[in-house]
C-alpha cells in the first residue's frame, strides 16, 4: 500500500507550541515536582521534548501503555491499559498526563479515571493535539498544543501501521 504525506504542522510551530506548554506548566507546578505519565508509544517524542523545555523539577517520569487502535485508521472504540503503573507513583502526587492526541477521547479518558482510583493530589492532562470532531468521551485538556481536523496524521511519535513514528513534523496521511 502507498501513502502520500502532506504537511500539517512544520517543526518550529511544533517547537513553539512546545515552549509555550512547559512554560505554562512552569507557571503552575511552581513549589511542586509533578509526575510525568507518558502515553506510549505516540507520547515519546513529544513527552521528551517538553521536559527539557520545562524549568520545573520533576519528580518522576513514568510511562504506560494504552492501546485503543489496531493497525487499521479507525479507533476500535476500545482502550485497554497494558501496563503496570504502581499505586506510590501516583497517590498524593500532582500528576502530569502527557499525550500526543486526543481522538475519540477514550484513552484518556480510560486512563484518567483509573489513575483518580490512586487518589493523586492533582491530576492534568497536557496533548499536543486534538481532533474534537471525533470526540466520544469527554475529556479536558488542561494544556493543549494545536486542534486539528479530522485527518489521518503522522509523525512526531504519532504512527501508520507502526511506521512514520520518527518524522520531525506532523503530516497528513493519505492512502493511495
Ligand atoms: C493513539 C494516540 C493516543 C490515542 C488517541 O494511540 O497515541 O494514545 O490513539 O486516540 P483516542 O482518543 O481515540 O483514544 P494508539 O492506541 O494508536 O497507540 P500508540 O500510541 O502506541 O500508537
Redo the contacts with the bound molecule.
Sequence with gaps: MKERLELLIGQEAIANAVDRLAKAIDRDYQQRSPVVLG?????FIFLADLVRAMQTPIQDIEFI?????GSATV?SGQ?KILGNISEATIANRDVIVV??????????S?LLQALQRYHPASLKLCALLD?PD?R??P?TVDYLGFTIPDRFIVGY???FD?SY?QLSAIYTLKEL
Excluded at 39 to 43: F, M
Design positions: 502515553i506510549l508509544k505516540g507520547s501503555r494504552v492501546s485503543s487502535y479507533s482502550a499525550e500526543d492526541i486526543i481522538d475519540t477521547g477514550i484513552t484518556t480510560t481532533k471525533r466520544r468521551q475529556v511519535g504519532i504512527d507502526q513514528r
